[in-house]
């Protein structure tokens, strides 16, 4: 798949259809790249027993920094514009529904508190999560509050379905400006009523955090620390959900690691770190690897590494029971459109190997 520029990518399904959303974050420019570009949606298709991506629709965008989906609605952050642009369904098509006021939007995330759908917004340049809620009648998402994120450029929300289905909210924080890249990243849980803080996580530069709940109801958290001031050498790091807060199980060496992605495969659980590279240095061609999470030490295992180019994002997914995993390479070697792979997880009949 060709993209331009690539910072995020969605998988879902809609009407017996899959789609691959991909987020553009710069145009293809070599010398002066553009944050007024366009954003992708593809339709996601097995023909003659291999993957295909084949654009359906286009969206205006203003340095998209991700997309999300729940339900009816797709949400575009867009980092350089002045909104979050929120598309819904209509006549099978993507249609705007709402913009969003946004300074610096760096992440969405949909997320349920029972019945209620939720849209929570990283404002990178206000250093909050600004959360909104859908008024049904309306048709419209609403502001309800904003929480303090210092420099927050992701977000993560999972329901706890242990602790009566509270929902935690979890922020990766990059860059506070003030305070540089060594920063708390705040967690905040939902308690029936309201959001209350209840830890901060120690990050360097964390530009991503993923969740996980296993089907035994463990809940993991991975954050993907790119760099600060001095190295994109880091380490990023996995928590698990005990006894009410977050527990460091383990750390990996990353470089400029910019997003990841939880996914199964085989009844196996598994860890994709999207790594960057040094944009200074312009060294951005780097091995992104891909772990199996051992869940009884709990411990990642290396499996694989694979080769990208200024990697920002993993997405993978299930068609037809076999599993595929892409990657949002945001450049080529010498800045013109990326191309952006899709692999696809075997196990070896030989051994058994993945």
Known sequence: ITSSGASGMEFFSRGGKNYLMVSNFLSDMDEQPDSETKSYLFEAA???????????????????????????????????????????????????????????????????????????????????????ELNATLEQFVPKLKLPAPGVAALAAVTLPEDNNKVLLLTACYNSGEDGFHLESPIYLHNGSEFTHVQSIATVGAHDVEVLTTDDNRVFAFYANDKDEKSVEKKSELFEWTNGKMISVQTIDTEGAHGANFFRHDGLYF?????????????????????????????LELVQQLYTIKATDFEAFQLQGRTFLTVANEKSHKGRMALTPVWEMITKPDNDEL
């Not at 920094?65 to 909104?83: C, K, L, Q, R, S």
């Not at 860890?271 to 411990?299: F, H, M």
């Open 46 to 132: 097995i023909m003659a027993n291999t993957f295909h991506g084949i654009r359906r629709q286009s969206f205006k965008t203003q340095g998209a920094h991700g997309v999300e989906h729940d339900g009816d609605f797709v949400a575009i952050p867009n980092f350089y514009g002045p909104h979050v642009d929120v598309y819904s369904w209509k006549d099978d098509k993507l249609q705007l529904l709402q913009s969003l006021p946004s300074n610096g939007a760096a992440a969405v995330e949909f997320f349920h508190i029972e019945s209620k759908i939720m849209l929570a917004v990283a404002e990178f340049n206000l250093g909050e999560v600004a959360v909104y």
């Open 271 to 299: 860890l994709a770190v999207a790594n960057y590279g040094d944009r200074e240095t312009k060294e951005v061609v780097r091995w992104s690897p891909v772990y199996t999470l051992d869940l009884n030490i709990p411990r």
